[in-house]
Nanobody, 122 residues
Framework: QVRLVESGGGLVQAGASLRLSCAGS????????MGWFRQARGKEREFVAA????????DYADSVKARFTISRDNAKNTMYLQMNSMKPDDTAVYYC???????????????WGQGTQVTVSS
């Protein structure tokens, strides 16, 4: 399994931008589809975005479409989530995940990071 570590979370005001990173180690992430998920306090974990190993397939949750951009740099073994025009509803712990096959389900991912807190104030 690839090990994943998220970074880049923090406290921002509504309308601001933030970029999360997900660094892989132990194995190259180029072998994996990657995804971002989030879990707000008291709510279930939800899908945010996913990207195939070659970046030729990308999906977003409707709630983040046109505001968030997922990308990856396989040479740096890192995936990113650029978050723009952030809203208080984006407040959550954000997790990255990796899986040999591409899908957008919340379960069924081989590896998970420990999560990074994102808080958006109004």
């Amino acid at each position: 399994q690839v090990r994943l570590v998220e970074s880049g979370g923090g406290l921002v005001q509504a309308g601001a931008s933030l970029r999360l990173s997900c660094a892989g180690s132990g194995r190259t992430i180029s072998m994996y589809a990657m995804g971002w998920f989030r879990q707000a306090r008291g709510k279930e974990r939800e899908f945010v975005a996913a990207i195939s190993w070659s970046s030729n397939k990308i999906d977003y949750a409707d709630s983040v479409k046109a505001r968030f951009t997922i990308s990856r740099d396989n040479a740096k073994n890192t995936m990113y989530l650029q978050m723009n025009s952030m809203k208080p509803d984006d407040t959550a712990v954000y997790y990255c995940a990796a899986n040999p096959s591409y899908h957008t389900g919340v379960t069924g991912w081989e590896s998970w990071g420990q999560g990074t807190q994102v808080t958006v104030s109004s």
